[in-house]
């Protein structure tokens, strides 16, 4: 056995070069396997260095590429068949099984309900034909397997139709796994199937080359060398088993684990390594501080190549590798760690999942989840249209058009309460929406383009085929109509994406048919997820950027080592879907604890081998390093040696800074003795006066979001229509509540109300909204058949009212509305109704009116004491008393909250003597006062709009992010 072990420091690539030049000049005839790619590139590099010149290099293969160069040498003639093809025909059998059982025709029949079955068993079985396992040797796991089968087949439960219920469900579950009691048959017949129609996978290929592989095939080569490798599937095993005896050379790094999967070396030759180097560990607390300290380390290494004229000189930075096992942090790290100037090559596939081409897609789907039975829901539709490469679609030749397209139709949907939206209806759009440079016609034909020719086409799928040909359009016509393909990677992306719809295009999958529109998405998106772009460049120049498989055999003087946790090191997740472990190790498969060794194995001698290692983890509450770095940290405690490990945190600082008041300009001066106040205008200035100058002065309106859900002032809206179309028919009379008679008179209006706002929808989100009105105008019904039957006449609905407020700086008109006024028992009540769940009354007790600072907690809203202000002023009331309310709708009870409750209005008034009206107008006579000296400083010239005192009262300002304070 010709076997040798290497220590962590030894270059594997280094010594390789060097026994292979002992061939001379002749060097073509040598034969070098590695694990993977990679290694093949840094030994031509070595190779041609050490030589100086051109040479006709040596065969040099991933142990992937050797098999497959020696099928396609001396294999049978047979397609290769893609991920799709093999979903295909395995889908194929279990289709025939799945509809024998359901009685239905299989042609007619979607394949979705079988997809995730398929996907985990396409994925077994090739693992089980890379290990040689045989039909006959799996027949005996048959009885296990079955229950592994019930267990895999629960992935697909999310696949049904709405309306097949879970009890169908579990049934036809049990019956199907029950179906295929002989797994071992499956496996064979999927294999065979693939044989007929002219088909091989990649473990098709790795089973027949180590089957079929002779020593002749093996006589062009001089030299044989095996370098690299841990544990070995069988059919690997068999084929170094002939290389062994055809005089090979293998090369190990030592590690303790290589006797669990290399027994044939010797006890003293496997130790745990140690690393030579130093190594430097970094606790950070979040992404952003690892990708920003290796920026500082980046820029340390391109100034140490710095000649005498300051210009930079590439060394060989390929012995600096940045290693990510989360493929997440890429473009993170590419846009801030690496600085201008310094090379790098990339070979870690980037997931398309990351990119705006996903998310298109992403977008599209969602809209159609969420799509109800007629229409679109609104808020999906434009989150669709705001996509970048939706919203940038040129428009008369211009992008900028058709962003102030998509922004109109976003203003006409969001001034409505209907959130079903059809868009092959004509708009009403308004001449206050539209931009100089476009019409409304010219907004229309726009949008009904982008209906047309991105949406409509997936109501009506035939087929996957049919429906691989409609995404492939909508990507064609964003790359010709929308500025996407001046995006960074659109074209990198874009063409990963196009590989794989024509992969599934050309593969048998294409006249299959799934139950719903939803199901071809989800089928696309479970493929897409699995798809990365192979970013291009040269292997062996810059420095490497790699995912931790790909070290493997490599050498680097420094390694920066990021995201070492527990969830990502080893791999997060046991994979085995179908195949328990316990069935895994009795077949000799991998198991998760394979996965685990193999990955510590990697990790360790990539940091053992570097002559400086940096390994950067998260610390968090969800976060805590790999139990790989706790081992390397012990391990070197326990040798007594001194642990390097800086704490790193992202340095910027986002506290809140504090506004600056507004000064009052004589522009604003006249505008503010040109506009009216109200009641609310008022408050938000006591609460605030940078809210109020914002919002009253400057005109600055919060942006209406359409949204899944009603927002408040919509609700109060529909609640204040019903209420005032119902007490308009009892208006100028007592008040009665019959409940019988009056529940199906309220119900009625409330029905049109909804149908006014929302259109005849049927969905679900307008019938849960319906029921939760019914059921509230029941408790508003019951509130006054016991709160004031029979003593209550309304004589006013919805009534504009006005005073005026008379300061040093000029008079102000302040103007409100009042919900309701009432005659009750000879006192004039005016009424408002509340349909939050709190509201905000003076303080009768602890108001003071010379203490302004406390008006906040003790005032709290002016609305009331204006009502009574309004009425005051008006002759109708001249001398009749007077009080006001609030209505509290939103209220678990409904409950009437007064502004002056008949007892208790000030204890030490009553005892001077003062009857309850006296009281009433002495409180209600300083919070006059109050309004107006309000309305004074709004007025002052002197006194500046200032931000509140308390940032509570900033939580929800849509103005926080003008004023600094966020």
Known sequence: MNFHILKPEENMIEILSRRILEEGEDISRCLIIFPGKRPAFFLRKYLAKAKKRALKAPSAFSIDGFMSDVYCKYGPARRMANEFDMLHVLLQQLKNSFCRLLSRNSADSGIDMLLPLAFSLSEEMEELKRDLVSPNELSSYNYLLQEELRKGFSSASSSFKKDEPPAAYKEIKEKFAGKIKNFSALYDEFYKSLDIAGLITSAGVAAWTAENLKMEHLRQYNRIFIAGFLRQNRSERQLFSMFENAGAEFFFTQNSLLGKYVPQLAAENIVTPEPKGKIFFHRAADMHAEIFRLREFMEENLLKNKNANNETEISDESKIAAVLP?????????ANAIPSGMPCNISLACPIAVSPVYSLYLALYRLFAMKPLEGYDSSAYISFLRHPYIKNLTCKGMAENGRIAVQTLEACLSGRLIRLFDPSAQLDIGNEMLSSKLSAADVKTHLQYIYHSFVQPFEKINDLSDFISKIKTVYLLIAQNSTASSHRYWGEFSAALHEALDSIGHSGLGSEKFSDSQAYFRFLGLTLKKIGYPFSGTPVKGMQILGPIETRSLHFEKVYFLDANADVLPPSGRKNRILSDFIRSRLGLITYRDRENESRFHFENLICSAKEAHIFYLDSDEN???????????????????????????????????????????????????????????????????????????????????????????????????????????????????????????????????????????????????????????????????????????????????????????????????????????????????????????????????????????????????????????????????????????????????????????????????????????????????????????????????????????????????????
């Open 624 to 966: 805590e390093k790999s139990p790989f770095v706790e081992k390397m940290i012990w391990q070197q405690e326990l040798g007594g040696k001194k642990i390097s490990e800086e704490t790193l945190s992202f340095k910027v600082s986002f506290k809140p800074g504090q506004p600056f008041p507004a000064n009052k300009t004589p522009p604003i001066l006249e505008r503010l003795h040109k506009m009216s106040l109200s009641p609310t205008s008022i408050d938000t200035y006591m609460n605030c006066g940078l809210r109020f100058f914002y919002s009253y002065v400057l005109g600055m309106r919060e942006k209406k979001e359409i949204t899944e859900e009603l927002n408040p002032a919509d609700i109060g809206t529909i609640v204040h229509a019903i209420l005032e179309e119902f007490f308009a028919g009892k208006a100028g009379k007592p008040l009665t509540i019959n409940f019988d008679n009056d529940r199906n008179a309220i119900f009625a209006i409330t029905e049109k109300i909804i149908n006014q706002n929302f259109g005849s929808s049927s969905s679900g989100f307008e019938f849960l909204f319906k029921k939760q009105l019914f059921r509230r105008m029941e408790g508003i019904l019951s509130f006054y058949e016991k709160y004031a039957q029979g003593e209550i006449e309304i004589v006013r609905l919805e009534t504009k009212v006005s005073a005026m407020a008379n300061t040093k700086h000029g008079s102000i008109r302040i103007n409100g509305k009042a919900d309701r006024i009432d005659i009750r028992n000879g006192t004039v009540f005016i009424a408002d109704y509340k349909t939050g769940s709190s509201a905000k009354l003076p303080n009768l007790k602890n108001f003071n009116l010379d203490d302004r600072a406390e008006w906040i907690k003790t005032l709290r809203s002016v609305q009331l004491p204006f009502y009574l202000m309004a009425l005051n002023g008006e002759k109708e009331y001249a001398g009749r008393n007077k009080n006001a309310e609030l209505i509290m709708l939103g209220q678990e009870n409904i409950e009437s909250k007064v502004l002056y409750p008949a007892k208790n209005v000030d204890a030490d008034a009553e005892e001077a003597g003062m009857d309850f009206r006296e009281i009433c107008e002495r409180k209600q006579a300083e919070f006059e006062q109050a309004i107006t000296m309000l309305a004074e400083e709004i007025l002052d010239p002197e006194q500046k709009f200032r931000p509140a005192e308390d940032n509570a009262y900033c939580a929800n300002c849509p103005f926080a992010a003008s004023c600094g304070r966020t």
């Open 326 to 334: 989360d493929a997440h942090s890429l473009f993170p790290l590419l």
